[in-house]
């Protein structure tokens, strides 16, 4: 019953370091996206994929590329990390867009 | 960006009194839903809401969608140590062009003494 999973739970990274962050889940969703989460900002939307084969871009989807692999599978590339960079991320999934979402336990990722 | 002002930004109580934060929006919403944030952990969805003025209950929390559809309400009654997180709203819907994505509010923090 694993849900979202996200790999790996905590990452550090030299700035100009690149890294992909990688989202899978096992519940045959179509949509799928990537958050970042920063100390009083909420959530914010980096990147969806609302089916299998597109992507979009969000609020915040500079510095950052997507790759949908596969229905099960999204992953968030940061070519040439940042410290602003710096951030909590997390992935989730939904049937579709415009349903419900649930979440990964998050990617703690630093740069240096 | 869009974000929904969320309120009180923390909280810290004593364990069995209740608690009430709110989210409001300048935009209608279609859908209000509240999350909690565990520390270290992602999002759980809490309760979905669906019509304006609905008010759904899950165990001890009590959720109302305002009948605006800019604002909702999230209650917890007699508070206990495990309800220690971030509470997080969020509003899908019609806002401006970009329908069906999530915008969340900046979360209220709850701190429980036991």
């Known amino acids: 019953n694993a849900g979202v999973t996200q790999t790996p739970k905590f990452q550090v990274l030299k700035t100009g370091q690149s890294m992909t962050l990688q989202c899978a889940q096992d519940?045959?969703?179509?949509?799928m996206y990537w958050y970042r989460q920063d100390p009083g900002m909420g959530l914010r939307l980096i990147y969806y994929?609302?089916?299998?084969?597109?992507?979009d871009k969000g609020e915040v989807p500079n510095g950052y590329n997507v790759s949908r692999l596969n229905k099960r599978e999204f992953s968030l590339r940061l070519e040439s990390a940042a410290p602003s960079q710096t951030s909590v991320y997390f992935c989730?999934?939904?049937?579709?867009?415009?349903?419900?979402?649930?979440f990964g336990a998050g990617t703690r990722l630093s740069v240096l | 960006g869009q974000q929904l002002n969320q309120s009180p930004q923390s909280m810290f109580i004593q364990e069995g009194e209740d608690v009430s934060m709110n989210c409001t929006s300048s935009?209608?919403?279609?859908?209000w839903l509240w999350y909690k944030q565990d520390p270290g952990e992602g999002p759980v969805l809490l309760i979905a809401l669906y019509k304006a003025g609905e008010l759904t209950s899950n165990g001890r929390l009590t959720a109302q969608f305002g009948i605006t559809r800019k604002d909702s309400f999230l209650n917890i009654s007699a508070s206990i140590p495990s309800d220690v997180g971030i509470y997080f709203c969020a509003g899908q819907g019609d806002y401006g062009g970009a329908t069906n994505k999530l915008i969340f509010g900046t979360g209220t923090l709850l701190a429980v003494q036991p």
């Open positions: 989730a999934s939904s049937e579709a867009t415009g349903y419900l979402q649930y």
């Open positions: 519940m045959n969703h179509n949509s």
């Open positions: 935009s209608i919403f279609n859908t």
């Open positions: 994929s609302a089916s299998e084969g597109t992507t």
